[in-house]
């Protein structure tokens, strides 16, 4: 039976029945597992959440970017289901099967780039990370990886000293893995010398560091996500990501383009990568590509990827039969329902509204960016000043919660609000959604037009 699409408040945001199990879970489960809103989920899909107290939520969230074909997606259903019932498990690494194959063919289709690939199957985003950094150190000969400012790739020890972000994401957890290097992130909006000079001024920071800091013959990759996730969701200036591959190509260093958050439709073509014409030498993939189970992949030139000995890549879970089922069943629905374009005329729907508030509130709303279905606005204090204001991030964050929206927040200083809804929503409920968001704001500014 389908989830009705529309929003239900049946009680107060969180109700009852999520308030008793919010205890239990606070008695139960560590205090650092935190939850932004804490609603118990008893069901969803297309573009709702229902949770235990009867309520349905309108989802701007997707998981953080994963349910990109919906929750309970009926091709996606259907080929776990068929899984289930004929294997669970075998480890890929014992006896193979089919699914796992077929995935990584997909992933050599679509992926940028027409050279010949190979992938890797793995778990988690941050797993597919670690993973892509010891096959470029592994193929290169080389230690060093250089990252970015805003970066967000993960939560393991390595990954975590790939993360820029110290508060929630580092804090008190090392010491980290070494021979992690960190250059200026081509962020437009705080471009100290203006965007217009971002991308030139940016690209020589970033050459800058490598000569000066690494040396261009130990580094064995740069690590970027070509349109910044937790970081804030910030666009480079166009032509930026271009110029940062060509100048690793001439280095000999590998370009790792972790599209883990922007990957599989969520921007609008298959990959952010693909807006810029930039081909990496190796690409993480998670999140969106499995419809909502545990899959991650690493996907790169078949040299770089076959240079591993057999036996150094892979893991007792890793490319489980059922998320790959669900993988292959969330790709096919991407493509028979043109999801690509979906998130381009989300982009349609909402960029003109957010360019409407920025104009009603120009000393609050600092920056309107983002692509497909993966779109935020920059929240500060005082216009031009651009100072992050994280608080009123957080006050429209629990006023939508409180109308049963569901949002999220990002940014190295917390004050961009986000927008990832599942492609799979319906224009009813998008629309009801940013009426929702754009009545929170003007409330939390006072509901003055400055
Ligand atoms: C760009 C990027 N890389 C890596 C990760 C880590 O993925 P996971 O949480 O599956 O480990 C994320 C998760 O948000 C991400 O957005």
Redesign the pocket.
């Known amino acids: 039976m389908s989830l009705s699409q529309e929003r239900i408040l049946a009680t107060e945001i969180p109700g009852p029945r999520s308030r008793e199990l919010q205890a239990r879970k606070v008695a139960a489960v560590s205090a650092g597992v935190g939850t932004t809103l804490p609603v118990y989920v008893e069901r969803a899909g297309g573009g709702i959440l229902r949770d235990v107290d009867g309520n349905q939520l309108i989802d701007f969230g997707s998981g953080?970017a994963v349910t990109t074909v919906g929750n309970a997606a009926p091709r996606v259903v259907e080929a776990v289901q068929r899984q289930v019932a004929d294997f669970t498990h075998t480890c890929f690494m014992v006896t193979p099967y089919e699914e796992y194959v077929a995935v990584c063919e997909k992933l050599a289709e679509l992926t940028p780039g027409a050279h010949e690939k190979r992938s890797a199957l793995f778990n988690?985003?941050?797993?597919a990370?670690e993973n892509a950094v010891k096959v470029a150190r592994h193929h290169t000969g080389r230690d060093a990886i250089v990252v970015f400012d805003h970066a967000?790739?993960?939560?393991t020890n390595l990954?975590m000293a790939l993360t820029a972000k110290n508060m929630p994401y580092k804090h008190r957890f090392g010491p980290f893995a070494g021979e992690v290097y960190r250059a200026p992130m081509a962020y437009p909006y705080r471009w100290p010398g203006g965007p217009e000079k971002c991308a030139e001024e940016a690209f020589d920071a970033f050459v800058t560091t490598v000569h000066t800091q690494v040396g261009e013959d130990n580094c064995a990759a740069v690590l970027i996500?070509p349109i910044q996730?937790?970081g804030g969701f910030i666009v480079p200036p166009p032509g930026w990501l271009a110029r940062v591959a060509e100048w690793c190509r001439e280095q000999g260093i590998l370009l790792i383009a972790?599209e883990?958050?922007t990957g599989f439709a969520r921007t609008g073509d298959w990959f952010a990568c693909d807006h810029e014409g930039v081909v990496p030498d190796l690409i993480?993939t998670?999140?969106g590509m499995a419809g909502g189970l545990p899959l991650?992949a690493v996907t790169g030139r078949a040299e770089v990827m076959d240079s591993v000995h057999a036996g150094g890549l892979g893991g007792t879970y890793g490319g489980n039969p059922v998320a790959c089922a669900s993988a292959l069943a969330a790709i096919e629905t991407m493509q028979a329902e043109d999801l690509r374009a979906r998130a381009r005329e989300i982009e349609a729907v909402f960029v003109p509204r957010l360019r409407a508030l920025a104009e009603r509130h120009p000393d609050r709303v600092g920056d309107v960016r983002g692509r497909g279905a993966m779109l935020a606005v920059e929240l500060v204090s005082d216009g031009h000043g651009r100072t992050p204001d994280a608080a009123l991030a957080g006050q429209v964050h629990r006023a939508c919660s409180a109308q049963g929206l569901v949002t999220l927040t990002c940014g190295t200083f917390g004050n961009v609000f986000r927008f990832l809804p599942p492609l799979a929503i319906g224009d009813d409920l998008l629309a009801e959604g940013l009426d929702l968001f754009e009545a929170a704001f003007d409330a939390a500014v006072g509901g003055k037009v400055e």
């Open positions: 953080i988690s985003g941050a797993e990370v967000y790739h993960g939560r990954t996500e996730g937790e972790d883990i958050q993480t998670a999140k991650a």
